[in-house]
């Protein structure tokens, strides 16, 4: 067995406990999706050399740098056009709860979201069925109709020839446990 190899990976464990942080989770609504164009830097550098030939002589030398970055990928117009887009989406999703609720406009911490919102009316989902059955349920009830003797879980009542269980009656009151005696 290698006892370097071992110490150098418990070693690196031990490091990479400490570099590790926690992942926190993000919140991503309408955000810009990490949209960046690119970056600007300005940097100053100073450097000092010493020369010990036959004199003592200093050199100082300093610096201002300048630095930009573009990121490759799709260009900054689309970039910003696509997350206006995902705002704009998202907003039309959620501007008919914000209407429809009459406090928020009272408030002025929703005061931005409320602007927004105003003159947007959503258009309504027409495709759900008119009793508020899911389409689950309606299969489901077609299923039973068509197989009367089958029994499917999720039923309420199960009806089995077998099953002797029967639902006790409202006012029933069930027996106290009998109380245990310490040996």
Do not use: H
Not at 8 to 14: D, E, H, K, Q, Y
Not at 52 to 75: I, P, V
Not at 80 to 100: D, H, P
């Amino acid at each position: 067995m290698n006892y370097y190899f071992t110490g150098l990976l418990v070693l690196a464990l031990t490091i990479l406990a400490f570099l590790v942080e926690p992942a926190y989770p993000k919140n991503e609504y309408l955000n810009e999706y990490g949209v960046r164009c690119g970056e600007m830097e300005v940097s100053t550098e100073q450097r000092d050399t010493d020369y010990n030939y036959s004199e003592s002589s200093t050199n100082e030398q300093q610096y201002l740098r300048f630095t930009y970055r573009k990121y490759l990928g799709t260009d900054c117009k689309t970039s910003k056009e696509n997350v206006q887009i995902k705002q704009q989406l998202e907003l039309m999703k959620m501007c008919g709860r914000v209407n429809s609720n009459p406090s928020l406009a009272q408030n002025e911490n929703f005061r931005l979201l409320v602007s927004k919102c105003r003159g947007v009316t959503p258009a309504r989902d027409n495709t759900r069925p008119s009793d508020s059955q899911s389409l689950w349920d309606d299969l489901k009830d077609e299923y039973k109709k068509e197989n009367p003797d089958v029994n499917l879980m999720g039923d309420k009542f199960i009806k089995s020839k077998e099953s002797t269980l029967k639902i006790p009656p409202k006012d029933f009151i069930l027996p106290l446990p009998k109380p245990k005696i310490d040996e």
